[in-house]
């Protein structure tokens, strides 16, 4: 799914002796190299200006990113639900979610442009009107553009897996991201993750678990599945996990609750 690219360092040495080093961030991604197609530079030029979110390092107002089309839900005017979601690929399950959730509007980051496309041509085709894509890096859009509290759900479908242990440190689910998550969960809110990678599965587990602001939704409900949940019925069967199903993989899903 992804290929490994080289060790980058964490750190590069000052010139200056007593200069503070230089800290580069471990990207949970490489950029990969995808041509965008015809479709899809289309669907950028068409939809993009209603439905792309520019990244940006201020705090955004989620009321206002849906006010023109779907912010409010009903005749009494509730807020509908907000979900993250991180790194969408070419955006299928995200396209799927999102029209069996007409009444939840969902916030999706990606980084690899014609992805961004894929999703722009989905919406397009399905009428959808309750996304907003920011082509960027997830982690930035968390740190600099979404305020405390202020999610009712987050999905990470299939994180890349990084295989290899040297490259396990580019893993997006770890226990400093877990914990922005959380902080900026409503009460009541939730996170759900899939793995089809098994040891990535248990790192998943265990990060959750550790994390205070996080109860497992399945414990109570599913102790037989030692802290992994049933498939939710709105996360739909994608063409590359039903291929993994007919080779006999494992698909593991995750369910936490912000206490
Ligand atoms: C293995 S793919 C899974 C795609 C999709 N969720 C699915 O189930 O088919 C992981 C995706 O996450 C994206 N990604 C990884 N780290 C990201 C980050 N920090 N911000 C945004 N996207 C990211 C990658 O570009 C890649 O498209």
Not at 23 to 35: D, E, H, L, Q
Not at 40 to 62: C, H, T, V
Not at 97 to 122: M, W
């Amino acid at each position: 799914m992804t290929t490994a690219p080289p060790d980058s360092p964490e750190t590069t040495p000052s010139t200056e002796a007593a200069a503070k080093p230089f800290m580069r961030t471990i990207k949970s991604f490489v950029k990969r190299a995808g041509r965008t197609t015809a479709g899809q530079a289309k669907a950028f030029e068409e939809l993009g200006p209603q439905f792309l979110l520019p990244y940006r390092k201020g705090a955004i107002d989620l009321l206002a990113v849906y006010a023109d089309s779907t912010g409010t839900a009903g005749q009494k005017g509730t807020p509908k639900p907000v979900v993250l979601e991180i790194g969408f690929g070419m955006g299928e399950a995200t396209a799927k979610i999102a029209a069996t959730l007409p009444d939840t509007n969902f916030l999706c980051c990606e980084v690899h442009e014609p992805g961004v496309g894929a999703l722009l041509k989905r919406i397009g085709e399905n009428h959808l009107t309750n996304i907003r894509i920011c082509n960027h890096d997830a982690v930035e859009v968390i740190d600099h553009m979404l305020p405390l509290q202020s999610l009712d759900g987050v999905h990470i479908f299939f994180p890349d897996p990084w295989h290899k242990t040297k490259h396990n440190k580019r893993r997006l689910i770890q226990s400093p991201l877990i914990a922005k998550l959380a902080a900026r969960l409503k009460v009541g809110g939730y996170l759900h993750c899939a793995t089809d990678w098994e040891p990535y599965a248990q790192q998943i587990l265990e990060v959750l678990t550790a994390e205070p602001l996080l109860k497992n939704r399945a414990l109570a409900t599913h102790p037989e599945l030692m802290g992994y949940a049933p498939k939710p019925h709105y996360r739909p069967l994608t063409k590359f996990e039903n291929r993994g199903i007919r080779l006999g993989h494992g698909v593991w899903d995750l369910v936490f609750e912000r206490v």
